[in-house]
Nanobody, 118 residues
Framework: QMQLVESGGGLVQPGGSLRLSCVAS????????MGWYRQAPGKERELAAV???????NYGDSVKGRFTISRDNAKNTVYLQMNSLNPEDTAVYYCNVGVYTSRWDDYWGQGTQVTVSS
């Protein structure tokens, strides 16, 4: 059974940094794209960043130049380094992973809260 466990969220002051981690565990034959999405109160879920198995990346416009996504394929882990955080980055951040167990499926983590406030 597949499981995604996220960590690293919390409260940070404007201008600060946080690093999110998401570990995939279970019967995994292959992992395709890994990404982070976020959802602020009253808003739709939006892409923060995504990275392919080969390392190609794509970022949401609002985080370009401030966030960096990376992955460790040996550890089935994806990271999101978030710098120069501002209050508009406050949201629940969700890990999303495409995994092949006996077929390709899309999995979501439980979400981790990031709050940027002074």
């Amino acid at each position: 059974q597949m499981q995604l466990v996220e960590s690293g969220g919390g409260l940070v002051q404007p201008g600060g940094s946080l690093r999110l981690s998401c570990v995939a565990s279970g019967i995994i034959r292959s992992i395709n794209a890994m990404g982070w999405y976020r959802q602020a109160p009253g808003k739709e879920r939006e892409l923060a960043a995504v990275i392919t198995r080969g390392g190609s990346t794509n970022y949401g416009d609002s985080v370009k130049g401030r966030f960096t996504i990376s992955r460790d394929n040996a550890k089935n882990t994806v990271y999101l380094q978030m710098n120069s955080l501002n209050p508009e980055d406050t949201a629940v951040y969700y890990c999303n992973v495409g995994v092949y167990t006996s077929r390709w499926d899309d999995y979501w983590g439980q979400g981790t809260q990031v709050t940027v406030s002074s």
